[in-house]
């Protein structure tokens, strides 16, 4: 951000008073312009024991495979945001049923909401930003074509709580680009 998008003037990056982090401050309105992550919903569509991926056809990572998830827009709640991204790059209806997975990726300012969801049917085909689309089982996966970090470890804490049968909440922090990014859990009250 170089420019106050109140006024027009070239804005400065440092500590406001009673603040305690560096922002972009306007030296000529005095307006504080905040910048806070942005949150990614999408779901973890199932059917029969399988799980529906898209394969992506836009940046950052085409051609990757990963769960059907975007930005949250304002104006709707995580779960219809998960629902629409869901309808959006795969065509595919769900009934959302519960938070899975929450993750957050300092590095990039984004905190990941995946929730758990029941395919309505299997009338589901490639969106806009989505190459195709696939049903795969646990010997199927995609493993070494995986897009995201947060896609590897969802899917991953996924069969672990399917091989028990019961899905806490899982929730973290990411630190890294690649498929070696480290993970580092966080304990909630229905993990203890």
């Not at 709640?77 to 869901?86: G, H, L, N, Y």
């Not at 905190?111 to 089982?137: H, K, Q, S, W």
Request: with cysteine.
């Amino acid at each position: 951000m170089k420019f106050c998008s109140n006024c027009g003037a070239p804005i400065a990056r440092r500590i406001p008073p009673g603040d305690n982090r560096q922002r972009h401050v306007c030296d000529s309105c005095g307006m504080v312009h905040y910048q806070n992550p942005r949150i990614v919903a999408g779901c973890i569509p199932e059917w029969e024991g399988r799980v529906l991926l898209c394969r992506r056809g836009i940046e950052p990572r085409y051609g990757r495979w990963t769960l059907p998830a975007g930005f949250m827009e304002n104006e709707e709640t995580a779960v219809e945001a998960a629902a629409r991204e869901t309808l959006e790059e795969a065509r595919a209806r769900v009934e959302v049923l519960d938070l899975y997975t929450l993750f957050n990726l300092p590095h990039i300012n984004q905190v990941y909401m995946m929730f758990r969801a029941r395919l309505i049917d299997l009338d589901f085909a490639a969106g806009e930003e989505t190459l195709e689309v696939g049903l795969f089982d646990v010997t199927t996966l995609p493993w070494d074509e995986l897009a995201f970090p947060t896609i590897h470890h969802t899917l991953r804490f996924l069969l672990e709580d399917r091989s028990i049968g019961h899905f806490p909440m899982r929730m973290g922090d990411i630190v890294g680009h690649d498929e070696r990014a480290g993970f580092f859990p966080r304990r909630n009250r229905r993990q203890l």
